[in-house]
């Protein structure tokens, strides 16, 4: 069995990390709310880097 695609997430409000599954986030263009502060941004601006970001777009 493959290993569990993930991605690194970080927020650009509290600085809280954390790894979820993509298809457990909503796509990169929605909105996303931090689970530690609630702070409100569109999903993308969550992923911590570019690769990050490329795997949310394709697998999300």
Known sequence: ?????Y?????PECGKQ???AP????EHKD???CPNCHATR???????TEHDLDTLK???
């Open 42 to 48: 569109r999903t993308a601006e969550f992923a911590r």
């Open 23 to 26: 298809r457990d986030l909503p």
């Open 58 to 60: 394709q697998l999300s």
């Open 31 to 33: 909105m996303y709310h």
């Open 18 to 20: 954390w790894e979820s």
């Open 7 to 11: 991605v690194r997430l970080l927020c």
């Open 1 to 5: 069995m493959p290993p569990e695609t």
